[in-house]
């Protein structure tokens, strides 16, 4: 795979030029697409890369008829005394992976001063992303991905577990907790959804009353004019549009 990606970054790269301080303004800057490539090319040390995603143990399970990927940074506990370890899932979201959990496992899986517990680390990566199939049948979403990682924590032995999730993987780790309480000792995300006829009705009555009333004060510039954040979100959100409705347009 390495020897075919590096024989595809060698050939000739058909650009075209871009507009004149345009940035990304229209979309990928294909000057700043060229540096990437060159860097890529000549800079990337792929063997050094690899070392470090080896520096944990990969495995993969067969759920629900998908080859599913996950990392384990089990516990190292050592000569530390009235340490716990328990267990907790990691739940990436897009466009990430697994990789970008790997800064912070070791202040996870090690005693830290003033706690008692440290966790064995179970990365998942979600079906169709990294090294997890991605399912053939439609359909296929963040509940049945939240049936599934509760099957791969309970097959690795975890009646109980906690979990945390980004982004997609905030979605699928609430789902989770909702779904299965008797099972998540708690969860964490950093990326929260929101969506109900009270929040949408309340956002709105917002922008006509005063300061301070339904928003606070300190966070008004942030919300309003609506007319700002609705243009925001439709002029940058065209990637998003595409990848709901027509992801295989550009798979």
């Not at 966790?119 to 049948?137: E, T």
């Not at 949408?200 to 917002?206: A, D, E, H, S």
């Amino acid at each position: 795979d390495l020897r075919d990606f590096k024989a595809r970054l060698a050939l000739p790269l058909r650009l075209t030029p871009a507009l004149e301080d345009a940035n990304f303004t229209y979309g990928m800057n294909s000057d700043t697409l060229q540096e990437i490539v060159e860097h890529w090319r000549e800079k990337y040390d792929w063997r050094k890369r690899e070392a470090r995603l080896n520096s944990y143990p990969h495995f993969k399970t067969r759920i629900e008829g998908l080859d599913i990927h996950f990392m384990r940074a089990n516990s190292k506990i050592g000569s530390a005394k009235n340490v716990k370890a328990v267990p907790l899932l990691l739940i990436h979201g897009w466009p990430g992976s697994f990789v970008e959990f790997y800064d912070i496992l070791p202040l996870l899986n090690h005693p830290q001063e003033g706690s008692n517990v440290v966790f064995d680390v179970i990365c998942a990566s979600i079906p169709g992303y990294g090294f997890s199939q991605s399912s053939s049948k439609q359909g296929f979403g963040n509940i049945e991905t939240a049936q599934v990682f509760l099957k791969l924590m309970k097959r690795l032995g975890y009646e109980k577990f906690y979990l945390q999730g980004g982004d997609w993987g905030s979605l699928i780790a609430t789902n989770m907790a909702i779904m299965y309480p008797d099972h998540i000792l708690g969860v964490h995300v950093n990326m929260v959804f929101v969506n109900s006829p009270a929040v949408t009705l309340k956002m709105i009555l917002g922008a006509y009353l005063p300061a301070g009333v339904l928003v606070a004060k300190e966070d008004q510039n942030k919300l309003y004019p609506l007319s700002n954040l609705f243009s925001m979100m439709v002029i940058e959100s065209g990637y998003m549009h595409i990848q709901s409705t027509k992801p295989d347009t550009i798979g």
